[in-house]
Protein backbone atom coordinates (compact mmCIF):
# COMPACT_ATOMS: atom_id res chain seq x y z
CA UNK A 1 0.00 0.00 0.00
CA UNK A 2 2.86 2.34 1.08
CA UNK A 3 4.35 1.32 -2.36
CA UNK A 4 1.28 2.38 -4.42
CA UNK A 5 1.22 6.04 -2.44
CA UNK A 6 4.96 6.57 -3.46
CA UNK A 7 4.52 5.83 -7.17
CA UNK A 8 1.47 7.79 -6.79
CA UNK A 9 3.52 10.74 -6.07
CA UNK A 10 6.46 10.46 -8.16
CA UNK A 11 4.16 10.34 -10.86
CA UNK A 12 2.06 12.89 -9.53
CA UNK A 13 5.23 15.15 -9.22
CA UNK A 14 6.58 13.85 -12.67
CA UNK A 15 3.25 15.10 -14.44
CA UNK A 16 3.17 18.35 -12.45
CA UNK A 17 6.88 19.08 -14.02
CA UNK A 18 6.26 17.95 -17.05
CA UNK A 19 2.85 21.02 -17.28
CA UNK A 20 5.55 23.58 -15.44
CA UNK A 21 7.95 22.45 -18.28
CA UNK A 22 4.95 23.03 -21.08
CA UNK A 23 4.06 25.96 -19.75
CA UNK A 24 7.43 27.75 -19.94
CA UNK A 25 7.81 26.71 -23.22
CA UNK A 26 4.49 28.14 -24.26
CA UNK A 27 5.31 31.48 -22.62
CA UNK A 28 8.63 31.81 -24.58
CA UNK A 29 6.77 30.65 -27.64
CA UNK A 30 4.49 33.64 -27.03
CA UNK A 31 7.07 36.44 -26.19
CA UNK A 32 8.02 37.60 -29.07
CA UNK A 33 4.50 37.92 -30.74
CA UNK A 34 3.40 40.04 -27.38
CA UNK A 35 6.58 42.04 -27.75
CA UNK A 36 5.60 42.98 -31.34
CA UNK A 37 2.16 43.60 -30.31
CA UNK A 38 3.06 46.09 -27.49
CA UNK A 39 5.83 47.73 -30.41
CA UNK A 40 2.87 48.27 -32.58
CA UNK A 41 0.63 49.64 -29.66
CA UNK A 42 4.02 51.88 -28.82
CA UNK A 43 4.27 53.23 -32.10
CA UNK A 44 0.56 53.85 -33.20
CA UNK A 45 0.35 55.79 -29.32
CA UNK A 46 3.35 58.05 -29.99
CA UNK A 47 1.66 58.75 -33.59
CA UNK A 48 -1.76 59.28 -31.73
CA UNK A 49 0.03 61.84 -29.50
CA UNK A 50 2.12 63.34 -32.56
CA UNK A 51 -1.17 64.38 -34.47
CA UNK A 52 -2.59 65.66 -31.34
CA UNK A 53 0.23 68.00 -30.79
CA UNK A 54 0.11 69.10 -34.42
CA UNK A 55 -3.46 69.53 -34.10
CA UNK A 56 -3.09 71.45 -31.01
CA UNK A 57 -0.16 73.82 -32.85
CA UNK A 58 -2.35 74.13 -36.14
CA UNK A 59 -5.33 75.69 -33.75
CA UNK A 60 -2.86 77.91 -32.04
CA UNK A 61 -1.59 79.22 -35.18
CA UNK A 62 -5.04 80.10 -36.10
CA UNK A 63 -6.11 82.06 -32.85
Do not use: C, H, K, Y
Amino acid sequence: MTALIVLGLIALGVLLDRLWLWARAADRRNFPRLEAAQTRFDISERRRRAEEQMRRVAFRGRS
